[in-house]
């Protein structure tokens, strides 16, 4: 395990980025982005995808250059045609769109299809809480990447579609929930395989339709599929949030809701932005928000070794943590970073 500095990894990955041919401001935002989600802990939706963004950049499988296609667009909505851009880049780009037409009308919702891999979903609903907005964003994998199996089933029918929301508290970090429609993420098994470490009984179910600790019976072959949230007792709540979410994200931005196994590397996204200053004073709603986490921490702990966090918290302190101590990277990622950097002549700024 490596403990690499923030800024020089994102120069590294910029570089990765850029040497594919994507723009130089644009492999930053990229780079930004992906560096970010591990700033905040989550390596699945961070370090762990720069190799899958470089194949697909190298190979043509997402465009380099970012280009949005307004199909229908409204003074406080729109509907998006990506046209297969790089994800990071058009969600960033979509949610300064939404942010924008929120400040200005109140209220503000806006959906993309043809959208390329945008990782962490809480990225968007934070820029959004970052301008004094509340944001609700989910996303669906435009029909296919179904790896969840519903509540009741053994084989794959929906992607474990996440829902995210945003909101400022006027203190050190915005409340940021950030949550998959299943028991777990992909990525979460696909660090845990790469780490050579078994996994919770909770999080998977064989070909058969048993639990399993082995993250690698998720892919297969045969393949695996994911527990909704809630498991075994309580799991038809996560699998109807995941069906929910997918006619958002799906139904209503052209994506189409889920209907195949197989693999889909596209998003499509639902975005809501809402301005809180057509509904009361920013001070008020700091008030409540801040009274809400007094309130919720007041409660008695279960044990002293067991904290109650406010959602984001845990991000803002991890994110404080990894600038300081560094981000910690799997010999396995730095293998394949160090393969990248010399297959792409880029400089092996990190000593990999």
């Known amino acids: ?131 004094d907005c509340v944001a609700i964003a989910t996303i669906n994998n435009h029909g296919g990447a179904t790896w969840m199996a519903p509540f009741g089933g053994t084989e794959r029918r929906l992607p474990p579609n996440p829902l995210a929301i945003g909101a400022p508290t006027g203190g050190e970090y915005p409340l940021v929930l950030d949550m998959s429609a299943s028991n777990v993420a992909v990525g979460k098994c696909i660090v845990a395989q790469a780490k050579g470490e078994s996994i919770p009984l909770d999080w998977i179910l064989d070909k058969d339709g048993n639990p399993t600790t082995d993250p690698s019976l998720l892919i297969g072959p045969p393949a695996g599929s994911l527990i909704p949230l809630g498991g075994q007792i309580a799991g038809h709540k996560g699998y109807a949030l995941a069906f929910m979410m997918d006619i958002l994200a799906g139904a209503l931005s ?45 409660s008695p702990k279960v044990s002293e070794d067991r904290e109650i966090l406010a959602p984001g918290e845990f991000e803002h302190r991890t994110r404080l943590e990894r600038i300081a101590e560094g981000i910690p990277v799997p010999d396995s990622v730095c293998d394949s970073y160090r393969k990248m950097a010399e297959e792409l002549g880029v400089e092996n700024i990190l000593d990999l």
């Open 1 to 131: 395990m490596r403990y690499l500095p923030a800024p020089e990894l994102t120069l590294f990955c910029q570089q990765l980025f850029h040497a594919t041919g994507l723009s130089l401001p644009d492999a930053q935002l990229l780079a930004e982005s992906v560096v970010g989600s591990s700033l905040v802990g989550h390596d699945s939706h961070g370090i762990m995808l720069v190799g899958r963004y470089v194949n697909e950049l190298k190979n043509g499988e997402v465009e380099k250059e970012c280009r949005l296609t307004f199909e229908k667009e409204f003074p406080s909505t729109a509907c998006i045609n990506a046209n297969n851009s790089q994800g990071h880049v058009a969600s960033q780009q979509v949610t300064n769109l939404a942010i924008e037409k929120a400040l200005k009308n109140g209220v503000a919702t806006v959906t993309v299809h043809n959208l390329g891999h945008l990782g962490r979903l809480g990225t968007y609903v934070e820029m959004a809480a970052m301008q």
């Open 254 to 298: 052209h994506a189409g809701t889920s209907h195949t196994t197989d693999y889909m590397s596209q998003n499509g996204f639902f975005l809501t932005v809402i301005k809180i200053e057509n509904f009361v004073t920013l001070q008020d709603f700091h008030k409540e928000t801040n009274q809400l986490i007094d309130w919720v921490k007041s």
